[in-house]
């Protein structure tokens, strides 16, 4: 059965770090790749990091890099992000994605090559 459940999410005041964590199921954990993505009310979904879940090489959004980290744990089947140096433009739904169709360098950051889905996880930054 393929399910992700997203975790995590929380008010933190600008500077603040939040850790989100995306537990999965066996199958959809053994996907080719698992990515997070966030979307803010009015704007589109966008790609903030991604990883390969075979090698573990990551891929991040130019507005995250240096500030955030994906990682995984394989004996959990959990992805995780961690988030540091919290700003208000963080703000959005968070959403655990999983099984990338898309073969290209720029696939893992779109919302249309991604099979499976969470529910989301809000993340509110604010002073």
């Known amino acids: 059965q393929v399910q992700l459940v997203e975790s995590g999410g929380g008010s933190v005041q600008p500077g603040g770090s939040l850790r989100l964590s995306c537990a999965a199921s066996?199958?959809?954990?053994?996907?080719?790749?698992m990515g997070w993505f966030r979307q803010a009310p009015g704007k589109a979904r966008e790609g903030v990091a991604a990883?390969?879940?075979?090698?573990?090489?990551?891929r991040y959004a130019d507005s995250v890099k240096g500030r955030f980290t994906i990682s995984q744990d394989n004996a959990k089947n959990t992805v995780y992000l961690q988030m540091n140096n919290l700003t208000p433009e963080d703000t959005a739904m968070y959403y655990c994605?999983?099984?990338?169709?898309?073969?290209?360098?720029?696939?893992?950051?779109?919302?249309?090559?991604?099979?499976?889905w969470g529910q989301g996880t809000q993340v509110t930054v604010s002073s």
């Open positions: 990883i390969y879940t075979g090698g573990g090489s990551t």
């Open positions: 994605a999983a099984d990338l169709l898309g073969i290209h360098d720029d696939s893992w950051s779109s919302p249309y090559e991604y099979r499976y």
């Open positions: 066996e199958y959809t954990y053994s996907s080719n790749c």
